[in-house]
T-cell receptor, first 114, second 111 residues
Framework: DGGITQSPKYLFRKEGQNVTLSCEQN?????MYWYRQDPGQGLRLIYY???????QKGDIAEGYSVSREKKESFPLTVTSAQKNPTAFYLC?????????????FGDGTRLSIL | SQQGEEDPQALSIQEGENATMNCSYK?????LQWYRQNSGRGLVHLIL?????REKHSGRLRVTLDTSKKSSSLLITASRAADTASYFC???????????FGTGTSLTVIP
């Protein structure tokens, strides 16, 4: 079955450490997204990518970095510059260029500070 | 911010009752989508309504859109305990590939 896989499900970060969240999709979607979810604030866009080797900042990109070397993969790195990284991180993908298509989501990674 | 707002923030009903939640947005949209999220899981797409549509049905779900009021509502009829989840609206403001999510409504259906 096609879908989006996020790993790990739970992740712990130490002070000053960078951590990378994995997102892989086999839906053949061009566009991929990373969102951060905090309680009571809904989803906020961190980064998105419409095509391989290209990505755009979302509303809250500071302290995060991404790469898009393969169509299937869009990893997110939470850097030590992100001072409040504790949140639920969601990856999504969709067909590029057709706005009347929904996003498909993975099951998230919950990041906590040690 | 383009982020929409939903109300109520939380809703608790008895099984068999109908549940209505609302979403408001600020600027013109191409379409509006509703998603469901079970606790600790990703979002699942429920229904998409285009700006030139006023009402759409899918099973027990009914979505309405009033572009003059910049608002949408999601009605779940004959609710079940399994409908307990958070529900989010998301809007496409003609960017084609970027969506703005509301703050969500937490629905609890009591058996």
């Amino acid at each position: 079955d096609g879908g989006i896989t996020q790993s790990p499900k739970y992740l712990f970060r130490k002070e000053g450490q960078n951590v990378t969240l994995s997102c892989e999709q086999n839906l053949n979607h061009d566009a991929m997204y990373w969102y951060r979810q905090d309680p009571g604030q809904g989803l906020r866009l961190i980064y998105y990518s419409q095509i391989v080797n290209d990505f755009q900042k979302g509303d809250i990109a500071e302290g995060y970095s991404v790469s898009r070397e393969k169509k299937e993969s869009f990893p997110l790195t939470v850097t030590s510059a992100q001072k409040n990284p504790t949140a639920f991180y969601l990856c999504a993908s969709k067909v590029y260029g057709n706005s009347n298509q929904p996003q498909h989501f993975g099951d998230g990674t919950r990041l906590s500070i040690l | 911010s383009q982020q929409g707002e939903e109300d109520p923030q939380a809703l608790s009903i008895q099984e068999g009752e109908n549940a209505t939640m609302n979403c408001s947005y600020k600027t013109s949209i191409n379409n509006l989508q509703w998603y469901r999220q079970n606790s600790g899981r990703g979002l699942v797409h429920l229904i998409l309504i285009r700006s030139n549509e006023r009402e759409k049905h899918s099973g027990r779900l009914r979505v309405t859109l009033d572009t003059s009021k910049k608002s949408s509502s999601l009605l779940i009829t004959a609710s079940r305990a399994a409908d307990t989840a958070s529900y989010f609206c998301a809007t496409d403001h003609f960017t084609g590939n970027q969506f703005y999510f509301g703050t969500g409504t937490s629905l609890t259906v009591i058996p």
